[in-house]
């Protein structure tokens, strides 16, 4: 039935059906979520006044959590980076001293005062023999480098604050120090210390060692590391003692609420810090302030976190982290029952707040499905009517759209489909006129493309043939010269290419050879390759008693006369003697030939190249002899041969290239060089030829009889 209904009343169902029924469904949607919405909020605000205390101290928890933990993070970071300066100190301090010690044959140095004889409380530089230690010249030495570590460990010292001195024990017994205290112990021996030990049994490592209390009450750690002689062996130890007053009181003097505290253990669980730590009964275990084992369990397995534990005897929140450099764990703690106390208040106030807005949203309810009823009673009366003064404005401009594409599409390229209205329509009768003229211009354009690329393929074709006979094609080409034998062969990239070969007697007994790669592709390559084969022929045969390099010369000038393209040839030219195998042969820029000795292997025959022709004029060309012998082969070629390229873009090389020679240099020269271009194919596969493949190979037979 509704197949075969007018469009019209197609659009028109459609319409009232999704319009009204949309309208339907929405209406008892939102009359249901309404009902389930009042039941929803009704069961809400019961559980919200139940929950409300919970909720509110689950969000005091969590942000007690948070913060407690991010402000132990940042004092450990601080406290990290403070030291992590004194571990640059004085691994700086290491390195300097042993760059010293590398380079001491281009330092002098001096004496130094020993320890009594400086001034107390002015930083400076002092030195000591162990006991037992002999001041021989060599060791007078070691002290006068030491005297250059002033000039680094002042600076250190003073940009410092926290580092109380720095100094070194070597393993030759001098003690060196660099501090604001004059005093020492003649029975100290840098070589007996525990900072000298541990960084001695772990070389070219700082090490840290154990905080421990100094004469005057001050919490220290000590940094140590070697540093080596200009042999390699440790030499020594650079230290320093770090006091940790300011980074312990910062830490301890931290406000956290009413019952908060902090507190730093070391990387053993010893405290550092405690509040009461200066008590006499003073409890230094960790154990006997913590009930259970979950905050040692906790600090095992993790280098920075917060637990709900039993500390002090109260339950209580810690948080705890890591320093990187020491191990050392700072941690901060504050008893739950302070941080939950505003729950209590909250949850008051909380069920005020839920019944005020119980009633108010009731009313709210109300008002909207009012509201709902009269909006959808206007939208369905409004839909009704607009859809019947819509379909009309639809089909009617489709109907004469159809009428007059038909005609199109019978052959009546002259019609015209009348643009009445801006809409999709018109702007799609529109298109339908565009593609109209675009299809007659098409059609005509067609016809003249396809009789210029017919004319295009014709000249090539014919290009292609007359460069084919420019190159010598007959083969043995002089059957009457037993002398020699020679075969050569060139496929170009495109139709037609830039490389060429070519072989003639320049006289009775000298004959040439010419192999060369004009730079481009296509016909402008074939041409200049024309030019440059032509001047290369006609001066060597008419050279009179030039030298080759002279003629070459002659060639390159007159090819850079007017070479607005600036186009280039690589060639190589040899001129043999049939009569001895005497030769020469000049190289303008072009691949190292392939010489094979009778009864040997093919070999690359390298030596510096000329520039390439026609690149400046006045060039002077090198000249290369050689001499051949009876049995010996010549093979020349162009870069195509080499550049060849594969699909994985790998080049087959030069070395691929001898291998396929010498598996064939029994067999006639023909065969060799097939059977290289077949290798050469083979590589290449799939991939397009890229460069033209030209090959020339002469074999020397010897003397005439």
């Known amino acids: 039935m509704f197949r075969n209904m007018k469009i019209s009343l197609k659009i028109l169902l459609v319409i009232l059906i999704m319009s009204l029924g949309s309208l339907i469904v929405v209406f008892s949607a939102s009359y249901y979520f309404m009902n389930s919405m009042v039941d929803e909020f009704q069961q809400t605000n019961i559980t919200l ?4 205390s919970e909720v509110t101290k689950d969000s005091l928890m969590s942000q007690t ?43 002098i140095g001096h004496d130094m005062p020993r320890p009594d ?49 720095i100094y070194i024990g070597t393993v030759s017994g001098i003690s060196y120090r660099y501090s604001r205290s004059n005093a020492f112990n003649p029975d100290y021996d840098p070589r007996q210390r525990d900072w000298y030990k541990a960084a001695i049994s772990h070389p070219d490592q700082l090490v840290w060692l154990p905080t421990y209390t100094d004469s005057y009450g001050n919490v220290c750690i000590t940094a140590a590391m070697t540093y080596r002689n200009a042999d390699g062996h440790v030499a020594g130890v650079v230290a320093s003692d770090v006091l940790l007053t300011s980074i312990i009181n910062e830490v301890m003097n931290m406000k956290i609420g009413e019952t908060g505290s902090t507190l730093i253990l070391d990387s053993d669980l010893n405290f550092i810090a405690h509040p009461s730590m200066n008590n006499p009964f003073f409890n230094s275990d960790l154990r006997g302030h913590f009930s259970g084992t979950d905050f040692i369990k906790s600090i095992h397995s993790s280098d920075s976190s917060i637990i709900q534990t039993v500390y002090e005897g109260q339950d209580s929140y810690v948080a705890f982290s890591k320093m990187a ?16 106390a505003p729950a209590l208040e909250a949850k008051a106030q909380n069920d005020i707040l839920t019944e005020a807005s119980q009633r108010n949203m009731q009313d709210q309810i109300f008002n909207i499905l009012r509201l709902f009823m009269i909006f959808f009673s206007i939208m369905g009366i409004t839909v009704v009517m607009t859809s019947f003064a819509v379909t009309g404005t639809i089909t009617r401009p489709i109907q004469r759209l159809a009428s007059s594409v038909l005609k199109i599409g019978k052959g009546e390229f002259n019609e015209k489909i009348p643009v009445l209205s801006g809409d999709e329509v018109g702007q799609l009768a529109d298109r339908f006129n565009t593609m109209q003229d675009d299809l007659k211009n098409y059609m005509q354009n ?21 460069q084919a006979h420019m190159l ?44 060369a790669d004009v730079s481009g592709k296509g016909v402008p390559a074939a ?3 024309v030019i440059t084969k032509t001047l290369i022929k006609d001066h060597v045969q008419q050279m009179k ?32 003697d049939i009569t001895t195998g005497k030769g020469v042969a000049s190289n303008a820029g072009h691949e190292h030939p392939v010489l094979r000795r009778a009864g040997g292997e093919f070999e690359l025959v390298v030596y510096k190249h000329t520039l390439a022709l026609a690149t400046i004029p006045g060039v002077k060309f090198r000249e290369h002899e050689f001499e051949m012998h009876p049995g010996d082969t010549l093979f020349v070629y162009t870069d195509g041969v080499p550049e060849a390229t594969n699909l994985d873009n790998e080049l087959y090389g030069t070395d691929r290239m001898l291998e396929a020679l010498n598996r064939d240099k029994d067999l006639p020269l023909e065969k060799i060089l097939k059977n290289l271009k077949a290798d050469v194919d083979a590589f290449v596969g799939e991939a397009d030829q890229f460069d033209d493949l030209t090959m020339l190979a002469m074999k020397y037979n010897g003397p005439a009889k």
């Open 117 to 165: 004889e400086t001034e107390m409380g002015v930083a400076s530089q002092k030195y000591f023999l162990a006991k037992g230690v002999e001041a021989t010249p060599e060791l007078m030495q070691e002290v006068y480098t030491l005297s250059y570590c002033e000039y680094m460990f002042a600076p250190t010292l003073e940009q410092n604050p926290i580092l109380d001195n």
């Open 325 to 340: 450099e020491t191990g050392w764990i700072f941690c901060a703690t504050i008893e739950t029952g302070e941080v939950t």
């Open 545 to 576: 008693g030039k030298t080759l390099s002279e003629v070459l010369t002659e060639v390159n000038n007159q090819l850079c006369e007017n070479n607005e393209e600036e186009m280039f040839a690589t060639c190589w030219i040899g001129i043999i």
């Open 527 to 529: 041409l200049f390759m």
């Open 446 to 466: 067609i016809k003249k493309v396809t009789a210029e690329k017919e004319r295009i393929g014709t000249e090539l074709s014919v290009a292609t043939n007359i």
């Open 65 to 107: 959590e948070y913060y407690l933990l991010q402000l132990i993070q940042k004092q450990a970071h601080t406290a990290n980076n403070e030291l992590h300066e004194v571990n640059r100190a004085v691994t700086e301090a290491s390195k300097y001293t042993q760059h010293l010690f590398e380079t001491r044959e281009n330092l």
């Open 49 to 52: 006044g139940i929950n409300s």
């Open 472 to 515: 010598p094609t007959v083969f043995p080409p002089y059957p009457d010269r037993p002398e020699i034998d020679i075969y050569a062969s060139m496929n170009p990239a495109k139709e037609v290419g830039g490389d060429f070969y070519d072989f003639f007697f320049a006289d009775e007994t000298h004959f040439a050879m010419v192999i």
